[in-house]
């Protein structure tokens, strides 16, 4: 870290420039930025592109390289299917899902048909090492030919075999191939955004960098998340209460302060200290990850008092720029991971069930409004304080919608675990009788017989949306 001699005009000039960045002051909406740090330059993910079809022409002629040729014979899915017209309308719906995301597509210059063809195109992955292949097979001959690429490449692969181009069941070595997904479907554009969307989120995590500011640390620290190799910089919280207490108060610091309880529907026991000290601890938050050039962060929070930054968390996390509580390593890049993969922000919270309704009870502090992405509307909240030590500090009561989908998620480093299940919201009780956070969340999970069995351990992240299969795509 360092010199500190400059940390007052540092917060009002780099960190407010942030802050202004992720709320502009003067809208009537929540903020709408994106899990990237400005500036900062990643490199996009190479996804090569292959289309597996012979020509028309190549058919006619006999040079099919499969059993039919000596009949001039189209295979499934016939010469109706027309390959060179759904190939470029394939193409138009990979560039429309891939648009803003961190992909770079490599098309191959002709479809694939022979053997040789596969030889020279394996070849060029093993001397280009891309970081995943999309492969797309539009004939029912051409499936041993792919075959060879799925024992080989050692990236992620995404096949995508549409029905009617093969013939009774489809191949298991496409159904089973490891690190694959297989996509067997009519046109599911969905489904392939899934798979696309995890590559993206591979790229994303794998460039970042985490800021962890905890309690235990007497200096400076680097460390390293394992699986997706993401540098971890850890700071004490001496440096944050230390920016913290020589901020002062500006005025753009009262307008945000104004913003936020003019856009709450209610305010409950709370003193206008608790509204100032929030924007500082804003104010204090963009400054460190500025400093630390960070894409996320993490704060052992608890113990802050009247510095806690809930309300700086809850917006962050609602424009994808993940801030986790209590120093919470698995929790962070669970919000990390469901910002890349989901496009939303996560709600981290403490877990607990409702066994005599089978329910899932979801509390915490810092759940951002915009529950359905940085561009979705915000959903209604209130502002009261948090919920157990003195002073109150301020703190986001959100209303989550009766009937809207949630995805459960809990990445677990070291152990290359990643738990997911979907559900619906029941409702976001009210307080009493319902205890524990400023916001909270009762959902039902489904087909779960037992509520209790799901418990992945503390912090699990909330999600607004059905997500649990671009989970497991991932995974």
């Given at each position: 870290?360092?010199?500190?001699?400059?940390?007052?005009?540092?917060?009002?000039?780099?960190?407010?420039?942030?802050?202004?960045?992720?709320?502009?002051?003067?809208?009537?909406?929540?903020?709408?930025?994106?899990?990237?740090?400005?500036?900062?330059?990643?490199?996009?993910?190479?996804?090569?592109?292959?289309?597996?079809?012979?020509?028309?022409?190549?058919?006619?002629?006999?040079?099919?390289?499969?059993?039919?040729?000596?009949?001039?014979?189209?295979?499934?899915?016939?010469?109706?299917?027309n390959p060179e017209q759904q190939q470029?309308?394939?193409?138009?719906?990979?560039?429309?899902?891939?648009?803003?995301?961190?992909?770079?597509?490599?098309?191959?210059?002709?479809?694939?048909?022979?053997?040789?063809?596969?030889?020279?195109?394996?070849?060029?992955?093993?001397?280009?090492?891309?970081?995943?292949?999309?492969?797309?097979?539009?004939?029912?001959?051409?499936?041993?030919?792919?075959?060879?690429?799925?024992?080989?490449?050692?990236?992620?692969?995404?096949?995508?075999?549409?029905?009617?181009?093969?013939?009774?069941?489809?191949?298991?070595?496409?159904?089973?191939?490891?690190?694959?997904?297989?996509?067997?479907?009519?046109?599911?554009?969905?489904?392939?955004e899934r798979g696309l969307r995890a590559?993206?989120?591979?790229?994303?995590?794998?460039?970042?960098?985490?800021?962890?500011?905890?309690?235990?640390?007497?200096?400076?620290?680097?460390?390293?998340?394992?699986?997706?190799?993401?540098?971890?910089?850890?700071?004490?919280?001496?440096?944050?209460?230390?920016?913290?207490?020589?901020?002062?108060?500006?005025?753009?610091?009262?307008?945000?302060?104004?913003?936020?309880?003019?856009?709450?529907?209610?305010?409950?026991?709370?003193?206008?200290?608790?509204?100032?000290?929030?924007?500082?601890?804003?104010?204090?938050?963009?400054?460190?990850?500025?400093?630390?050039?960070?894409?996320?962060?993490?704060?052992?929070?608890?113990?802050?008092?009247?510095?806690?930054?809930?309300?700086?968390?809850?917006?962050?996390?609602?424009?994808?720029v993940p801030c986790g509580c209590e120093?919470?390593?698995?929790?962070?890049?669970?919000?990390?991971?469901?910002?890349?993969?989901?496009?939303?922000?996560?709600?981290?919270?403490?877990?607990?069930?409702?066994?005599?309704?089978?329910?899932?009870?979801?509390?915490?502090?810092?759940?951002?409004?915009?529950?359905?992405?940085?561009?979705?509307?915000?959903?209604?909240?209130?502002?009261?304080?948090?919920?157990?030590?003195?002073?109150?500090?301020?703190?986001?009561?959100?209303?989550?919608?009766?009937?809207?989908?949630?995805?459960?998620?809990?990445?677990?480093?070291?152990?290359?675990?990643?738990?997911?299940?979907?559900?619906?919201?029941?409702?976001?009780?009210?307080?009493?009788?319902?205890?524990?956070?400023?916001?909270?969340?009762?959902?039902?999970?489904?087909?779960?017989?037992?509520?209790?069995?799901?418990?992945?351990?503390?912090?699990?992240?909330?999600?607004?949306?059905?997500?649990?299969?671009?989970?497991?795509?991932?995974?």
């Amino acid at each position: 870290m360092g010199t500190l001699c400059d940390r007052r005009v540092f917060l009002e000039s780099s960190a407010l420039a942030v802050l202004a960045a992720a709320w502009p002051l003067g809208c009537r909406t929540l903020p709408a930025t994106s899990f990237v740090r400005p500036g900062r330059t990643r490199a996009p993910a190479v996804i090569r592109r292959a289309f597996f079809h012979p020509s028309q022409a190549t058919v006619l002629a006999g040079e099919c390289e499969d059993g039919w040729s000596k009949e001039k014979w189209s295979t499934w899915p016939g010469n109706q299917f027309n390959p060179e017209q759904q190939q470029a309308r394939f193409m138009e719906q990979v560039g429309r899902i891939a648009a803003g995301l961190d992909l770079q597509l490599a098309l191959e210059p002709a479809p694939l048909s022979t053997a040789a063809e596969v030889r020279a195109f394996l070849a060029s992955l093993a001397a280009a090492k891309p970081d995943a292949v999309l492969l797309v097979n539009f004939w029912n001959s051409c499936s041993g030919k792919v075959k060879p690429i799925l024992d080989t490449f050692p990236g992620p692969i995404i096949l995508y075999h549409p029905v009617g181009a093969n013939h009774q069941l489809p191949p298991e070595p496409f159904r089973t191939a490891a690190h694959t997904q297989y996509i067997h479907s009519l046109e599911n554009w969905d489904a392939l955004e899934r798979g696309l969307r995890a590559v993206h989120a591979w790229c994303r995590l794998s460039q970042s960098r985490l800021l962890r500011v905890s309690g235990r640390l007497r200096k400076e620290a680097d460390d390293r998340e394992a699986f997706f190799g993401m540098p971890i910089h850890g700071v004490p919280v001496a440096h944050f209460n230390q920016l913290f207490d020589e901020s002062t108060v500006t005025p753009e610091m009262e307008r945000l302060a104004r913003q936020v309880r003019r856009q709450a529907r209610w305010v409950s026991d709370l003193q206008e200290q608790a509204f100032l000290d929030g924007v500082r601890a804003h104010a204090t938050v963009a400054a460190l990850l500025e400093r630390h050039d960070a894409d996320a962060i993490t704060i052992e929070c608890l113990f802050l008092k009247h510095r806690k930054p809930c309300l700086r968390f809850a917006l962050n996390n609602g424009a994808l720029v993940p801030c986790g509580c209590e120093n919470d390593l698995n929790a962070t890049l669970s919000l990390m991971l469901g910002a890349g993969l989901f496009g939303r922000g996560g709600f981290q919270h403490n877990p607990d069930f409702d066994t005599e309704r089978n329910l899932y009870y979801a509390s915490h502090c810092t759940c951002a409004p915009r529950l359905r992405g940085p561009t979705g509307p915000a959903v209604p909240y209130g502002l009261r304080p948090f919920f157990h030590p003195l002073p109150k500090s301020l703190a986001l009561d959100v209303q989550w919608p009766a009937g809207e989908s949630v995805t459960l998620l809990k990445y677990q480093t070291g152990r290359k675990l990643l738990c997911a299940w979907s559900g619906t919201v029941v409702d976001s009780p009210a307080c009493p009788p319902a205890g524990g956070r400023a916001t909270r969340v009762l959902a039902r999970i489904h087909d779960v017989a037992d509520i209790c069995s799901i418990y992945p351990g503390p912090h699990p992240i909330l999600y607004c949306g059905d997500f649990a299969r671009h989970a497991k795509v991932f995974a």
